[in-house]
């Protein structure tokens, strides 16, 4: 076991939850990609995965024992970020123009966004993994 680091119920938890989050963004932004429209799924997937991913980052935060501020941690904290901002436009364009055809540039920031999360979601599995 490596100096600092426990594997603690609400880290079994987190992983848990940040696994669901990976469910729901990716049904909300393949969804969103395919049809390049906003629609009740990808809103409801979105919002999901946002509201998972908080809670997530709550459960490893308050689980850890390492400072908040490690690698993993700013990585997560950038792409807890990037989609949260990303389900806001979403939800601006939905509440503007309903389920009518996203611009361009929200669907490539969309993929941008979820494409970080993913990477971070990942590297923290690596880190997991070596350090467990």
Partial sequence: MVPGFAVTIEIIRAVAVVT??????SIGVITEQKKKAVTRRVLVFLTGGVVLDISATTLMIL????YP???HGFLGYIALL???VDAVLIWRHWLGHG????SRKLNIYTRCAYGWWVMAYIVGAIMNAVLA
């Avoid at 669901?20 to 963004?25: E, R, T, V, W």
């Avoid at 689980?63 to 390492?66: D, E, I, L, Q």
């Avoid at 389920?99 to 996203?102: H, L, S």
């Fill in 63 to 66: 689980g850890s024992t390492n």
């Fill in 20 to 25: 669901g989050a990976l469910l729901f963004y």
């Fill in 69 to 71: 501020f490690t690698v």
């Fill in 99 to 102: 389920a009518t055809a996203i």
């Fill in 82 to 84: 990037l989609m949260l």
